[in-house]
């Protein structure tokens, strides 16, 4: 039985924006069965080729701003969690998109950061990026030029806003992940941390089994669409 007093955590993955017509990674033609991590994520691949990195993330940014890319009902299911659990909800998105702002949800960290921001390489200044990036343009506060890349999170980069992710899954009541494959670090061992330090319980919603999905106290598979609203309806239910 879930306090209602809990702090809820949710985790989301690439597997929750599938229905709003995203890609994930790591299903059979996903992303990364179309390009290889090494030529377009990670800072390697950006002082290698900036061009084809910039060239990879336009075309999502592209994709992404598409009329029919709109938040689903699993984005709006926790927004109506956020607004009405009593003990309140964060939620912690490894996706680059904009589809749980969209939909309503306010308390939310992008840890793998965001695609419609630009950062400065050189002076880590932020701004937002609706347009194409490239090689030729200027950093609008240091005025460095070359230097401005996706505000994303690339392998071997230290995800963001770490210390307030670890702080609020030490005292988790229930910690929610949903659509992620649990396999990209440190996101996959957040399980733990609410098991280890806030002994809350765990679920796991998903197509299929994670990589972690032994670590879990519970899980429901099926499409996000369907399985995030009837269990957000179970936690309210309760209310
Ligand atoms: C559905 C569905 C539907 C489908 N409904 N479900 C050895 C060498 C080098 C590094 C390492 C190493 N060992 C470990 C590392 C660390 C590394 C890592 O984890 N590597 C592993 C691959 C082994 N991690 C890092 O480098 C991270 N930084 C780091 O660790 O810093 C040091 C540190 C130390 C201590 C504390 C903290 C930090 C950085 C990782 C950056 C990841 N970046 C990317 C790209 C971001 C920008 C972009 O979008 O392009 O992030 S990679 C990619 O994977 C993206 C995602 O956010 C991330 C996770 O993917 P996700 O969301 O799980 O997607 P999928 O496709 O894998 O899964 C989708 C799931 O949905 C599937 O299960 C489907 O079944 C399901 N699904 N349809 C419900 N309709």
Not at 12 to 40: C, M, N, Y
Not at 213 to 222: P, R, V
Request: hydrophobic share 45%.
């Amino acid at each position: 039985m879930i306090k209602t007093a809990a702090p809820i955590v949710v985790l989301t993955g690439a597997g929750i924006s599938k229905e709003s017509g995203l890609d994930t990674f790591r299903d059979a033609g996903g992303i990364w069965s179309k390009v290889r991590i090494e030529d377009v994520a990670t800072p390697e691949a950006f002082a290698r080729d900036p061009d084809r990195v910039h060239a990879f993330y336009n075309a999502r940014r592209h994709s992404m701003l598409d009329a029919d890319v709109k938040p689903n009902a699993a984005h709006l299911a926790l927004a109506r969690l956020e607004k009405t659990w009593p003990g309140g909800v964060l939620i912690v998105t490894q996706n680059i998109d904009n589809l749980h702002e969209r939909a309503g949800s306010q308390a939310l960290i992008h840890m793998h950061g965001e695609l419609l921001k630009s950062r400065c390489g050189r002076c880590g200044d932020v701004q937002p990026c609706l347009d194409d990036l490239s090689v030729a343009m200027a950093c609008q506060a240091c005025g460095e030029l070359g230097v401005l890349r996706p505000h994303v999170v690339w392998f071997g980069e230290m995800p963001l806003h770490m210390d307030a992710i670890e702080e609020a899954l030490a005292c988790a009541g229930l910690f929610i992940s949903i659509g992620t494959s649990g396999n990209v670090y440190p996101a996959a061992g957040f399980v733990e941390i609410v098991r280890d330090y806030a002994n809350g319980h765990t679920i796991e919603l998903n197509l299929e089994p994670s990589a972690g999905a032994s670590a879990f106290n519970e899980a429901i598979y099926g499409e996000a669409g369907i399985v995030v609203p009837a269990y957000v309806d179970r936690l309210l239910d309760k209310l």
